[in-house]
């Protein structure tokens, strides 16, 4: 059981707050964002999801750009306070279309009729977005997507696409439309954390893939839906020796998992699933895969000496995928050695959307790029200055570099969707459907 549930900005200003048992002081809230904000670990270190301090459990999820805390003096499984609070805000983003902090201000009073439906004296009751439409009646504020930033999974697919409908995944899915009429439509989406660490000669030292299959209707009378994977798709290893003389192309996944709602009658033997779609945005399959694949970058790191108090490193960066596809938001960031006093930077000829930045309080250099397209390379050099003179360890101190990016219409494990099938006995019955691919770094991590 909670004591306490609260969502915070960025800024620490307190949105929502609902207190249950009474035992933990009023002023938690203001306490919990100075601990998180002034974080006292290694430097450049966040704060951990969970933490105790003075007697009290506090348990937070970053979500949207909004902090969701709970907090208790109860010895409770982590886990299962991160889970409910994973879940409240799905179900709150489901009901508001958009989680940010405009469309919880306007929409308190739905949110607090959520909550009081969702937590029962601390205890966690119904997280089911299509149960709480019979026990919740307030109608959403609808906020205008056009002008606000989308934080979730959907604003990845929104930027420079036109053939999604950016506003329509951001709608409410218990929001009356102006009109009366409902857009018949359908999200299937293919999101991917791939996990990757390289050693110093560009060997994959390991590898992983942790996938989603997420799906969003807005379909009404809830029609049966059929979603077909890849026809040599395979689940296990052990049968192809290992995952890897399954064949050319053969999709092995280790191991998934599916929601309660999907049926697998049909799976093993043509490989789709079929499902009746509950209200708001649930995970279909989630799966997991070590099956060796190609990843989207290369970087090829390389450290020179340039005098007694001088050092250079040389970050060329490959993009290694289709140049129809485009990497957003690519960040770099390379450790430096403790001696570094000062670092000038020489990017390539015509480098456009990139930016440098020396962090001289943990000694780490961040090498930021808007975009990148596919099949290209980037270049950066940048020049250290050391207060000791070098050493034959200098390689060692520099390093591992690690990378975070975003690639929209891209999944490293090739599991795809063939088809997407509406069942609906009407033939004139033609709803939208959109199927996105989404890959994101987990850990890509370069060994120097």
Not at 68 to 76: W, Y
Not at 169 to 176: F, G, L, R
Not at 415 to 430: C, I, P
Request: aromatic letters at 10%; glycine letters at 8%.
């Amino acid at each position: 059981m909670i004591s306490q549930f609260f969502v915070l900005s960025l800024r620490g200003d307190n949105i929502v707050f609902r207190d249950y048992r009474g035992d933990v002081p009023k002023g938690s809230a203001e306490i919990f964002f100075r601990k998180v904000k002034f974080w006292q670990g290694e430097e450049g270190e966040e704060a951990p999801p969970v933490f105790k301090m003075d007697g009290v459990n506090y348990l937070h999820v970053k979500v949207g750009g909004l902090l969701f805390v709970a907090t208790t003096r109860v010895n409770l499984s982590p886990a299962l306070v991160l889970e409910l609070l994973q879940r409240i805000a799905r179900v709150t983003k489901d009901y508001l279309g958009i989680l940010n902090e405009d469309s919880l201000r306007k929409n308190f009073v739905l949110v607090y009729e959520l909550l009081d439906e969702m937590i029962d004296f601390g205890y966690p009751q119904t997280t089911s977005t299509e149960a709480l439409k019979s026990f919740v009646f307030n109608e959403p504020v609808v906020i205008d997507a056009a002008r606000l930033p989308s934080l979730g999974p959907a604003a990845l697919f929104i930027q420079g696409s036109k053939r999604v409908p950016g506003t329509s995944v951001t709608k409410s899915v218990v929001a009356n439309e102006p009109g009366g009429r409902k857009r018949e439509e359908v999200f299937v989406d293919i999101i991917e954390k791939i996990s990757v660490t390289f050693n110093a000669a560009g060997y994959i030292l390991t590898s992983e893939i942790d996938g989603t299959i997420q799906m969003k209707s807005y379909l009404s009378g809830n029609p049966e839906i059929r979603v077909a994977l890849n026809e040599d798709l395979s689940i296990g290893r052990n049968e192809y020796g290992g995952g890897f003389g399954g064949g050319v192309g053969m999709v092995i996944l280790d191991d998934c998992n599916f929601h309660e709602s999907v049926r697998l009658d049909d799976f093993e033997t043509d490989h789709y699933l079929t499902l009746v779609p509950p209200d708001g945005e649930f995970p279909v399959m989630n799966y997991r895969m070590t099956q060796e694949f190609k990843p989207p970058f290369k970087v090829f790191p390389v450290i020179e000496e340039a005098g007694p108090f001088k050092a250079e490193i040389v970050l060329k960066v490959r993009a290694d995928f289709p140049a129809t596809v485009t990497a957003n938001t690519v960040v770099l960031r390379v450790p430096l050695p403790k001696t570094t006093s000062r670092v000038s930077f020489e990017m390539e000829p015509g480098a456009v959307g990139q930016s440098t930045d020396f962090k001289e309080a943990n000694k780490t250099i961040e090498w930021s790029c808007r975009k990148i397209v596919g099949g290209s390379e980037h270049t950066l050099r940048a020049k250290l200055t050391l207060t000791q003179e070098r050493n034959a360890n200098i390689k060692k101190e520099a390093g591992p570099i690690s990378m975070s990016f975003t690639i929209p219409m891209f999944n490293a494990s090739r599991l795809a969707v063939r088809y997407l099938q509406v069942v609906k006995k009407s033939k004139s019955y033609n709803p939208y459907r959109w199927v996105r691919y989404v890959t994101h770094s987990n850990s890509y991590v370069i060994r120097t």
